[in-house]
């Protein structure tokens, strides 16, 4: 005899299963600051990256199974090459991707058998702070237009909670960061210390020209830890060192 199961319960089925792959990776934190957006990922590979360029304005951030989420971070970017080239640049924007993201993501949901265990954030940069754009799009296609910050994967909720402990919109890069790294530290209920190993760091530059996207690592990184920790910045510090253009990659597979 076939094996009947209602609409309900497989809807409630593949949500647990999507959510509890999704709570085992490590999280990653969105937030804004007094020059842009910043994004902090807790993650030790060099070459799987969470966050990555979608356009000029545009970034990309994910939490989940790495193989579903790079297929997404792949279409996404060409979609907006594509759009970009028949029409105008300007007309990609965050809210586009996201839409997209969200159709693709509520269709995979809904029609097959297993849901993709992905989280993602579509983040564009205004010409103000009032103007950015966040937008989080979890694995059933729903879409939320968040407002300064958001966690997601592993622990968000106690992730969210410690960083709206130190969030601060108008706070510069290196306090964001320090905001970012405290949260991040409280992931399962512990109480564990970050360093720059353990992080990717990107931002969306408000000031910068044309393309806005950033990686931050390398001497450059380690400077604005000590800063946000209240230590002496490494004599020098310019701003060139270990920051670079462009985003490919992303994370591990729900580690």
Do not use: C
Not at 116 to 125: P, Q, R
Request: glycine residues 10%; hydrophobic residues 35%.
């Amino acid at each position: 005899m076939p094996f009947y199961v209602s609409p309900e319960q497989s809807m409630k089925d593949k949500a647990d299963y999507a959510r509890k792959g999704i709570a085992r990776g490590r999280s990653a934190v969105v937030l804004q600051y007094d020059g842009g957006i910043l994004f902090v990922a807790d993650n030790m590979s060099r070459t799987l990256h969470k966050i990555s360029e979608l356009y000029d304005r545009v970034a990309f951030a994910a939490v989940g199974r790495y193989n579903e989420f790079e297929n997404l971070r792949l279409g996404g970017v060409r979609y907006a090459d594509s759009h970009g080239y028949a029409y105008d640049r300007r007309d990609v924007t965050g809210r586009m991707l996201a839409n997209a993201y969200a159709q693709t993501l509520g269709t995979v949901f809904s029609e097959s058998n297993k849901p993709w265990e992905v989280e993602i954030v579509v983040a564009e940069v205004g010409d103000d702070a009032d103007t950015d754009q966040i937008y989080r799009i979890t694995f059933d296609g729903s879409v939320v237009d968040e407002k300064g910050l958001l966690a997601m994967g592993g622990s968000a909720d106690a992730v969210t909670a410690a960083l709206k402990e130190r969030f601060d919109r108008d706070a510069p890069l290196s306090e964001a960061l320090s905001a970012a790294m405290h949260a991040l530290a409280h992931e399962n209920g512990e109480r564990r210390e970050l360093d720059a190993a353990n992080l990717e760091v990107a931002v969306l530059e408000r000031a910068r020209e044309h393309r806005k996207f950033r990686r931050i690592q390398g001497g450059r990184l380690t400077r604005l830890i000590e800063q946000g920790r209240g230590a002496p910045s490494a004599a020098g510090g310019g701003d060139s060192d270990g920051d670079s253009d462009g985003g490919s990659g992303d994370q591990e597979p729900s580690a």
